[in-house]
């Protein structure tokens, strides 16, 4: 073994490693339990949900593998054609994607669908990383104009599908990099005086299964059964978990299938449930340390563009966990984000552990690079 590789393995960050596993693992538990419902004779059946995840794990630990051992620069010279990739592949999904619940997400690839607005998360990342890298004043109209457009172009086409959380959700990313960076004093100010002025006009650009969400949300008893229904039983489960939870596969709200979605968008709902305060406390504590860490890494990268990546990294993990606990808590909108290593989905988790991936990629290599 050559010095470097001794090296690299010396500074490898097993935290943050460690705590994503530890974070998977709570996850399978959660979804095991979330996958259940009970008979009226008291007999509990479970879904092949928890099973299809354990296989998504191992495929997503072979893709964090892979984003961790080969060099984190390459990815600046690919950027650009990663960004043209997703591109496509979100037009292909527009045109040939599969339907399911009226929504046109997913590339049936066969063995597995494929949900192109993981893949347009990761690249638009690397594209922001490379272009934000490559000198460091504070950004001025010019360059905001140049972001916007990028960040526009893969949105709009995730819009369509319909997907508005995945949309919301990159442009918070980019939107998340760009303040890091910095913007000069008066542009900032034009645009805190215009934002707040053009965002009621998304309003009449929204689907009407959408208005109801955000309608159900302002009052939900307005409309239990209907736009409502969905924060009302993961509230009433998350309150019913009071300090100590019910008990593991003892929830009333997931065993009884009051509560919808689950097993995806509120996985969280049934850890209140069966696990209460302290189990949601100690997930909330996992989940800081683990954005602490990939915090840790950005400050500590000797490079910009491995700064920039870390940086976007972290805000996809933090938007994520943010807009998923204020669904399930009733703090905002029903828009379909799942809580990244805790809910089932597939693309998700094998996005997620690719970011994590390349975050320690960053973080072991920061020994080798000059701060350029």
């Known amino acids: 073994m050559t010095l470097v590789d001794r090296r690299l393995i010396s500074h490898f ?17 959660n979804l095991y339990s979330a996958s259940g419902f009970r008979m009226e004779d008291g007999i509990t059946l479970t879904s092949s949900f928890y099973r299809k995840q354990l ?17 984190y620069r390459h990815l600046h010279t690919l950027a650009w054609p990663l960004f043209i990739l997703t ?10 994607g599969k339907t399911i619940m009226g929504a046109k997400r997913w590339l049936d690839l066969g063995l597995f669908n494929f949900q192109s607005s993981e893949f347009a ?20 109209w010019n360059q905001l104009l140049m972001f916007a457009a990028i960040g526009l172009v893969p949105a709009l086409l995730i819009v369509k599908q319909p997907d508005l959380g995945s949309a919301i959700t990159l442009l918070l990313i980019l939107g998340g990099m760009i303040l890091f960076r910095g913007v000069r004093g008066p542009v900032l100010k034009v645009l805190a005086l215009i934002t707040p002025a053009v965002l009621p006009l998304g309003w ?17 008893s307005n409309d239990p059964l209907g736009s409502g229904y969905h924060i009302i039983q993961s509230q009433i489960a998350v309150g019913s978990g009071q300090l100590w939870g019910r008990g593991f596969l003892e929830g009333t709200q997931s065993q009884l299938r009051f509560l919808p979605e689950k097993h995806t968008d509120f996985a969280l709902a049934v850890l209140g449930e069966e696990w209460g305060f302290i189990g949601c406390f100690i997930l909330l504590l996992l989940l800081s340390l683990f954005l602490l860490n990939i915090v840790r890494t950005a400050a500590e990268a000797k490079d910009y563009f491995g700064c920039y990546l870390a940086v976007g990294i972290f805000f996809y993990f933090f938007w994520q966990i943010t807009i998923n606990m204020g669904m399930v808590l009733g703090l905002m909108p029903v828009v379909g984000i799942p809580l990244p290593l805790i809910s089932y989905g597939g693309t998700s988790t094998l996005t997620s552990f690719c970011l994590i991936g390349l975050a320690l990629n960053v973080s072991m ?8």
Not at 121 to 137: E, M, R, T
């Open 13 to 29: 960050d097993w935290t943050l490693m460690g705590l994503a596993l530890i974070l998977f693992a709570l996850g399978v538990v």
């Open 55 to 71: 296989y998504w794990g191992m495929i997503g630990l072979g893709g964090m593998i892979f984003f961790l051992l080969v060099d």
């Open 87 to 96: 591109i496509l592949t979100l037009l292909a999904t527009l045109f040939w």
């Open 121 to 140: 998360k990761i690249s638009l990342l690397v594209i922001c990383a490379k272009l934000l890298s490559q000198d460091q004043g504070k950004l001025g």
């Open 204 to 220: 009449y650009f929204l689907h009407d299964y959408q208005r109801l969400r955000i309608l159900g949300f302002l009052d939900p």
């Open 365 to 372: 290599r920061r020994f080798f690079f000059k701060k350029n």
